[in-house]
């Protein structure tokens, strides 16, 4: 193996030991990356409404309908996307840049790769800054159409730390039919709104169970959450996706339901947010 192809070690970054006054970050101007195509942030007001299985289905479905796509696991308190996606390792590094690993005809980054699996990542701003701009500075992408970022729950470090490192297409907020998960996903498209981060649309999801003996939809978290939020922020409601137990069991094999079932409603209905995203996501929806 030569210098320039070895394996990275699972360890987490390092602390800069300079005195604080020293390290007081400089305001920093979005840094724009054309090879990363469309920057995607994938993000919710609260966690357990199913970002991760937005991310990972919407990533799959546009590498299945022919586009170049990468998947950054910006989530670095609860990085899932390994699991979902079927694919766990340290990634090598080349020439100093990270190789990401694949799955499914996407690329895929995430700090789960890096440190193991009952590590927790106790850190604040800084560091969360940095590990985002690592993921999109210091890793070998090449050329993409799409990159789609799953962001932690809430309004916090990560979400400023993309938007401040990178100019994002759009945003798209996953909320379930319930009011208080509502309410929280209200406040996470503000946020967006206030950095000059257009919202393309609001994914509802858990809009039902379908019961696998009568077909009855039941529907067991409320409904027409989604749509409310929807008109009241004036944007497009994107889909509705069932709660349906083989997007579990797909999730924890690390096989997206758009692949392990794709005729299925959940399955049609991710595909159909895929499709909404790539249509909106156009120049016309680019940051100024």
């Known amino acids: 193996m030569s210098n320039g192809e070895r394996t990275a070690g699972r360890a987490l970054p390092v602390m800069d030991d300079r005195p604080a006054a020293q390290r007081v970050p400089k305001p920093q101007q979005p840094v724009a990356y054309p090879e990363l195509g469309r920057v995607i942030a994938i993000s919710s007001g609260k966690g357990g409404v199913g970002k991760s299985t937005i991310a990972t289905n919407v990533a799959v479905a546009l590498a299945l309908s022919g586009a170049r796509v990468g998947l950054m696991d910006a989530d670095v ?24 690993l694949e799955a499914h005809g996407v690329k895929i980054i995430s700090l789960g790769f890096l440190i193991e699996r009952d590590q927790p990542a106790i850190w604040r701003g800084p560091i969360v800054m940095k590990i985002v701009n690592q993921f999109l500075r210091d890793v070998a992408w090449g050329e993409l159409d799409y990159l789609i970022v799953d962001m932690p729950p809430g309004t916090g470090d990560a979400q400023l730390s993309l938007v401040q490192a990178t100019m994002v297409r759009g945003a798209i907020i996953v909320t379930t039919p319930q009011e208080v998960a509502v ?65 579990m069991e797909g999730a924890d094999r690390g096989e997206p339901v758009v692949v392990a079932d794709p005729e299925s409603a959940a399955a049609r209905a991710l595909s159909q947010v895929a499709e909404r995203v790539r249509d909106l996501s156009g120049e016309s929806g680019a940051r100024s």
């Open 77 to 100: 308190y609860g990085p899932n996307v390994p699991r979902m996606m079927g694919v766990n390792a340290p990634p090598p590094v080349l020439n100093e840049k990270i190789v990401p």
């Open 183 to 247: 309410g929280d996903a209200l406040r996470g498209a503000k946020m967006f709104e206030r950095v000059n981060v257009p919202v393309l649309g609001i994914v509802e999801n858990m809009s039902w169970f379908e019961c696998p003996h009568c077909g009855k939809p039941s529907s067991l978290f409320g409904s027409g959450g989604g749509e409310r939020l929807a008109t009241e922020l004036g944007l497009p409601l994107l889909g509705q996706v069932p709660l349906y137990p083989r997007i």
